[in-house]
């Protein structure tokens, strides 16, 4: 049910940050839109459905996460390398935030490299992020936007790769802008799949609007250390204070191992160096590459670990 939007006694709307950062404009057209405030069902209430327990560390955990947040908000994920858990961790992270907050969550996969992310939240994506990008010029209002999306099961709305992009190339700087200003009309808080890699033409303003950057690196030595000179070569241009309070995922792929736990303590100390905080995500044989992602078929470890992220996400939004 949506609550009634308050008249602008001014005409001049509420600004926004836009995707290209800090005093970025909001689409011209209408200046004055402002997006409805949606609310959903209380925080929580979605915990059972989404296989959460009901401990106490569970119940602040989820009180966390519901934390309400001012604005829009952009959260980036990404890796060196490709097959980490990148994709797995925007979906399972984006669908806790979607079924336990009252605004929306959107998860956009801008990946070049025939993304996966619909697919594995078995959503079939009524557009792809280059034709919302294209088509969606004049959808400048919630409702036209949201007939362009697509919704997991957990409310999460998804935007799907575009599976062209081996022919057509990687997403541009334009369309990434445009396609960012499109959906903060629908959304409160945008997570960005950019692929595997950092040399996306539009990686340079995805990192200039980003609130929370998120790095995934699966729980092995080579993948650690690609992760580390990610944060590395984001700090060396210009993105300090983001690598800073940025979150590193990393996840185990494989059966953990006797004597494995103090080589694994090693990685994550030293991620954390570089990282606001590392949060290693258990194996589970659920969540094997490529496979369609169940939430409630993950084990109450994995589970309560992408909690654990999704809090830390919001923590860091609300700073």
Not at 190 to 200: E, F, H, K, M, S
Not at 208 to 236: E, K, N, Y
Not at 283 to 305: N, Y
Request: aromatic residues 4%; hydrophobic residues 40%; charged residues 20%.
């Amino acid at each position: 049910m949506r609550s009634p939007t308050r008249e602008d006694p001014t005409g001049q709307g509420r600004a926004r940050q836009g995707p290209a950062g800090p005093g970025s404009a909001r689409p011209a057209t209408p200046p004055a839109y402002q997006p409805p405030v949606v609310e959903g069902p209380p925080p929580g209430t979605g915990a059972l459905s989404l296989g959460l327990g009901r401990g106490s560390r569970e119940r602040e955990l989820i009180r966390q996460v519901a934390a309400p947040l001012p604005g829009v908000r952009r959260v980036v994920v990404l890796s060196i390398k490709g097959g980490v858990g990148k994709t797995t961790t925007v979906a399972v992270t984006g669908s806790l935030l979607a079924g336990l907050r009252r605004d929306k969550v959107v998860a956009l996969d801008a990946s070049s490299d025939w993304g996966t992310l619909a697919t594995r939240l078995s959503v079939v994506p009524r557009q792809s992020v280059r034709e919302l990008a294209a088509n969606g010029r004049h959808a400048v209002s919630e409702h036209g936007v949201l007939a362009q999306l697509a919704a997991a099961p957990s409310g999460l709305l998804v935007v799907g790769s575009d599976p062209q992009t081996v022919i057509s190339g990687a997403l541009s700087e334009e369309e990434y802008v445009q396609t960012l200003r499109l959906l903060e009309y629908v959304g409160n808080l945008i997570l960005t799949d950019v692929g595997a890699g950092l040399q996306q033409p539009f990686l340079p303003a995805a990192l200039a609007g980003c609130d929370q950057l998120v790095v995934a690196s699966a729980a092995t030595w080579d993948a650690a250390q690609s992760a580390g000179a990610a944060l590395d070569w984001l700090a060396a241009r210009g993105f300090g204070p983001l690598v800073e309070r940025s979150i590193v995922v990393m996840n185990n792929l494989y059966p953990a191992r006797r004597r494995r736990s103090a080589y694994i303590r090693d990685l994550r100390s030293d991620l954390s160096r570089r990282a606001r905080v590392v949060h290693e995500i258990p194996f589970d044989p659920a969540l094997q590459p490529g496979g369609r992602i169940l939430l409630r078929k993950l084990s109450a470890s994995v589970r309560q670990a992408y909690l654990e992220v999704a809090a830390d996400i919001v923590a860091g939004l609300a700073r």
